[in-house]
């Protein structure tokens, strides 16, 4: 694995575990495609730091069981500030 990918895999870990970041959030953040982010965290992570990646699913599947929510929070906000 190339060293540039390596390092972008971890920093990114790092970034969604300290600030609770969904994957658009760190997708955004790094200028990368959500695509990009879910291959690094999914396939990448766990030959680089199992334990890490293991906090890091765990922090996906709690934003898939939330998202239906939040959901309906960005569009409250889109509608009470106008489109």
Known sequence: MDEA?????LDIAAYMLRRRAT???AAA???????SVHKDMDQR?????PQLSRKVTALLRYNKAV???RGGESTRRRYQHGL
């Open 23 to 25: 994957v658009r959030q």
């Open 5 to 9: 990918i390596r390092r972008r895999t």
């Open 45 to 49: 992570l766990p030959l680089l730091d």
């Open 29 to 35: 953040a790094f200028g990368l495609s959500k695509s």
């Open 67 to 69: 998202r239906h929510i």
